[in-house]
T-cell receptor, first 115, second 117 residues
Framework: DTEVTQTPKHLVMGMTNKKSLKCEQHMGHRAMYWYKQKAKKPPELMFVYSYEKLSINESVPSRFSPECPNSSLLNLHLHALQPEDSALYLC??????????????FGPGTRLTVL | AQTVTQSQPEMSVQEAETVTLSCTYDTSESDYYLFWYKQPPSRQMILVIRQEAYKQQNATENRFSVNFQKAAKSFSLKISDSQLGDAAMYFCAYRVLFKAAGNKLTFGGGTRVLVKP
């Protein structure tokens, strides 16, 4: 199983809502990532978890709160978002962090619209 | 800081023909990995091919091959015998090897490939 799954596929939320994005992998990977991708732009790294600990936070606003409950799950909690946060949110995983050939496997993404 | 540049926003190719996508990067590191990722309209990012900087031999994967010029910091992708399923956005990406920041990818701006039947 070389699959990263993400739910929901689409999410529409108001600026006062609280919602969560979920990512799951069963490949035994120990590193998981959140990326934000605006239309016609490349993905931008937001967070990296390694062995369930946050290892990289790319100066992301606190209205985005990641959580890694276990080695297979990665959540992104959303609160008080702005319309400019509307984007495709991609999750990825890799076998580890610093290894020579640790390819990142991407999920299909969650299309988020903030009204 | 590492930067990755893809100078072609869009490329069009006839089915069964060959197309080459350009990528240049800037780094002061000597050990790193380069990747080409494909993102079809369905959105899922898929790894197409990978090149280790310490290897002089160019990587190939079936119809996909790269021309890696380390001194020139150039990493182009050639798609041979193009198929309709090759239509997608292609991202060149750079990854630093064995650093504390670990597996961090830096992406180029992307090249959209259109395949004409």
């Amino acid at each position: 199983d070389t699959e990263v799954t993400q739910t929901p596929k689409h999410l529409v939320m108001g600026m006062t809502n609280k919602k969560s994005l979920k990512c799951e992998q069963h490949m035994g990977h120990r590193a998981m990532y959140w990326y934000k991708q605006k239309a016609k732009k490349p993905p931008e790294l937001m967070f990296v978890y390694s062995y369930e600990k946050l290892s990289i936070n790319e100066s992301v606003p606190s209205r985005f709160s990641p959580e890694c409950p276990n080695s297979s799950l990665l959540n992104l909690h959303l609160h008080a978002l702005q319309p400019e946060d509307s984007a495709l949110y991609l999750c990825a995983s890799s076998q580890g962090m610093a290894g020579a050939s640790y390819e990142q496997f991407f999920g299909p993404g969650t299309r988020l619209t903030v009204l | 800081a590492q930067t990755v540049t893809q100078s072609q926003p869009e490329m069009s190719v006839q089915e069964a023909e060959t197309v080459t996508l350009s990528c240049t990067y800037d780094t002061s590191e000597s050990d790193y990995y380069l990747f080409w990722y494909k993102q079809p309209p369905s959105r899922q990012m898929i790894l197409v091919i990978r090149q280790e900087a310490y290897k002089q031999q160019n990587a190939t994967e079936n119809r996909f091959s790269v021309n890696f010029q380390k001194a020139a910091k150039s990493f182009s992708l050639k798609i041979s015998d193009s198929q309709l399923g090759d239509a997608a956005m292609y991202f060149c990406a750079y990854r630093v090897l064995f650093k504390a920041a670990g597996n961090k990818l830096t992406f180029g701006g992307g090249t959209r490939v259109l395949v004409k039947p």
